[in-house]
């Protein structure tokens, strides 16, 4: 069984501690195979007290950033595999030893484990986010087309520690989809695959409300351009709106449909859900596009901005984009 290392960050999250933890210290995984740090990124609200109480690995990092938190979690990190959630998570009681089987195939860098929602009550964001299986990081599964790859979600995502040792760390300058870009980069400069398993599970609240969700979705809209600019060659091909290819035009009008479609079949069958989710549908289309109007001016703003991966090897990468369904697995644990 290798050692496993579970990093958390955390910040204000004093009333998640004990449920998280408690899930943590109920694997089936043999205690003293596995350890768990926790990175207190500057709380003010008795986070760093709490974790104390329980006993666990406790590092801080003032210099707030969530990538800052993990780097620092990996520095004192002794795991063979590196396991990365949230204070907000609840592990399943197999939820290491799943990860450990998907990592007895030596090709395997990263497993991604799927999330699935907590009930935490009743409103319009919820019940979209619960009736569309919106916590699911599988719906990456469906990225093969540049700009976009598969990736692991953050709440649920595991490293061989060799790869850390390969390519470095977590990007510290991406205040958002770091999970993102260490996927990428894991792609781009090693051979090692990504594995899809829906036997690690890992339980997480949805966005409270749907002002949250909003912010979310605006945030995901800021985050792409920090996605172009540390894979440019990946946006080449990305022209502004007068200048797109017939292709390009015909999946905007696509996605443009499907939004339409979804509003005339709310109002044919005057079926509450349905309208509630074409609303909520529409509002977070409308609140990534505003992300990524205003994505290239706050990137100016930030103190910290990604540098270009090596030019040479994305290249080397698109050139072998045919392989990449082979390096995406679905897979059962026991598979």
Not at 107 to 116: K, L, Q, R, S, T
Not at 129 to 146: D, I
Request: some cysteine; glycine content about 6%.
């Amino acid at each position: 069984m290798p050692f496993a290392s579970v990093i958390i960050p955390a910040l204000n999250c004093a009333h998640e501690v004990d449920a998280c933890i408690a899930a943590l210290r109920a694997q089936d995984y043999p205690a003293e195979r596995f350890e768990i740090i926790v990175v207190d990124n500057g709380s003010t609200d008795g986070t760093a007290e709490r974790l104390e109480r329980h006993g666990v690995r406790l590092e801080r990092m003032p210099e707030r950033g969530r990538s800052r938190a993990q780097n620092a979690g990996l520095k004192v990190a002794r795991g063979e595999i590196i396991l990365t959630t949230d204070m907000g998570c609840i592990a399943r009681p197999d939820w290491i030893s799943n990860i450990a089987r998907c990592f007895s195939d030596p090709e395997v860098g990263c497993v991604a484990g799927d999330i699935v929602m907590r009930p935490s009550g009743d409103n319009l964001a919820l019940r979209y986010q619960a009736r569309n299986n919106y916590m699911s990081p599988f719906h990456a599964l469906k990225r093969r087309r540049l700009p976009f790859l598969p990736f692991a979600d953050g709440a649920n995502a595991s490293f061989r520690r060799a790869v850390f040792d390969r390519i470095g760390g977590f990007e510290a300058s991406f205040y958002k989809a770091a999970d993102v870009e260490i996927c990428y980069r894991l792609l781009i400069l090693t051979d090692w695959k990504i594995v899809f398993c829906p036997d690690c599970l890992m339980e997480e609240t949805g966005e409270p409300d749907l002002k949250t969700l909003m912010h979310q979705r605006y945030r995901m809209g800021l985050g792409l351009h920090l996605l172009r600019a540390r894979f440019p060659a990946f946006f080449e091909q990305e022209p502004g709106r007068a200048g797109r290819s017939l292709r390009q035009r015909y999946w905007a009008a696509r996605e443009s449909l499907r939004e339409k479609s979804g509003w005339l079949k709310a109002l044919l069958t005057f079926d509450r859900a349905t309208l509630e989710d074409a609303y909520v549908a529409s509002r977070m289309s409308r609140a990534q596009e505003k992300g990524e109007r205003e994505g290239a001016a706050y990137l100016q703003s930030q103190p910290a901005r990604p540098q270009p991966l090596d030019d040479a090897a994305l290249r080397r990468f698109m050139a072998r984009m045919d392989q990449l369904d082979a390096r995406i697995l679905l897979r059962r644990a026991r598979d």
